[in-house]
């Protein structure tokens, strides 16, 4: 072997790099043995590694590690919500609205507030209001949508359901925002509908109400939140924030006898402050699963990127590893989750939710007659 090498390094020029010439020699000329292993297919260079399928697809393994590319979904419809985890969709929205939440520079707060302008702006700001009405709107969407009845009945109990583990999760936000999607008139006017929700879906949704209830200017979600902030991460009903910080601004005058009045600029400072640590520490979604007594699953550990940066962490912590089957069940269920909740249709007008509400269930005969008598 070094005979060859010799005449290799004979036959070429001066000052030429040899390395490209022996890559090219056969690996049985070489003659590796135990001393000399052959090791030409580990000494190129790779870059950083990259997914192979998109994020629709997924790469199946078999057990001789064999592998096929599977598509999780050819179309996800809104009528799918049904058929998703709702311990998934609740940790989905948690996920989005704390990531938008967390991006808020405090400094947006007072140039919305006294309608600076700004060179930043409020551009994250505007994002989480906007976030808020899709969710409200999203939930009267579908349930104005479903022509059968019965499946009507079932997505408003999902949407009981959904609430109560935003709630767990403390995302108060998409819980109030479910809660006010179920409240619009065009929803709340099904009455053939709301029959057939059981009583303990209404007790469920009662138990939801009773923390977002506006009596004593919402003084039990009020008292609740000034608990959980101690242990951030929150994220709040947008909504109180918004109303909270006018309240402050136009309830105190700006200047008093040509001063400023640095008591109301200190009491706006002090409400930014409050709302600004909600979101200094990451979601552990599975932490916060763990003080409600929920479980989750390994997939939604995992699988859980968004667009934003890594303000939500996942936490596995000594769990048992569950076996692949329900694993990729699990991973087929989030990736559903995520392509349902990425392309949400919404209805934003009142008039057409009625218009939707009246053409699934009519005015009933009765309600008609009772109108002309008093119209009488």
Request: hydrophobic residues 35%; glycine residues 4%.
């Amino acid at each position: 072997m070094m005979d060859k090498l010799m005449t290799i390094l004979k036959s070429s020029k001066d000052g030429e790099d040899t390395t490209d010439d022996i890559q090219h020699i056969p690996t049985s000329q070489l003659r590796p043995s135990r001393s000399n292993p052959d090791i030409t297919s580990i000494s190129q260079y790779y870059g950083p590694v990259k997914s192979e399928c998109p994020e629709h697809v997924l790469k199946i393994y078999r057990s001789d590690q064999t592998f096929k590319y599977l598509a999780v979904y050819k179309e996800t419809t809104a009528q799918n919500v049904v058929q998703l985890a709702l311990q998934v969709v609740a940790a989905q929205l948690t996920l989005q609205d704390f990531a938008v939440f967390a991006s808020i520079e405090p400094t947006e707060y007072i140039d919305n507030l006294f309608q600076l302008e700004s060179r930043y702006g409020s551009p994250r700001l505007e994002e989480f209001e906007r976030i808020f009405n899709r969710e409200m709107w999203w939930v009267a969407t579908e349930v104005c949508s479903e022509r059968h009845i019965q499946k009507r009945a079932k997505l408003i109990k999902k949407f009981i359901k959904v609430a109560r583990h935003c709630r767990e999760l403390r995302n108060f936000n998409s819980m109030f925002a479910i809660m006010s999607g179920l409240d619009k008139p065009a929803v709340r006017r099904l009455h053939s509908t709301w029959e057939r929700v059981s009583g303990k879906y209404i007790r469920m949704l009662e138990d939801v109400q009773q923390l977002v209830d506006p009596s004593r200017n919402m003084s039990k979600y009020r008292q609740h939140l000034a608990e959980v902030s101690q242990e951030p991460p929150v994220v709040p009903i947008y909504p109180v924030i918004r109303k909270d910080l006018t309240f402050s601004h136009e309830g105190n005058p700006t200047y008093c006898d040509k001063l400023v009045n640095f008591e109301k600029l200190r009491l706006i400072a002090k409400s930014v402050r409050a709302v600004s640590k909600l979101s200094s520490a990451p979601y552990e979604i599975s932490s916060m699963a763990a003080r409600s007594g929920n479980l989750i699953s390994d997939a939604l550990l995992h699988m859980n990127t968004f667009e934003g940066g890594n303000v939500a962490t996942m936490r596995k912590g000594g769990r048992v590893v569950q076996p692949r089957k329900k694993v990729y069940e699990q991973a087929l269920m989030v990736r559903k989750v995520k392509a349902y909740l990425d392309g949400l249709r919404v209805v934003d007008s009142e008039s057409e939710l009625d218009r939707l509400s009246y053409d699934i269930e009519p005015q009933q005969q009765g309600y008609l007659f009772i109108v002309a008598i008093h119209s009488v």
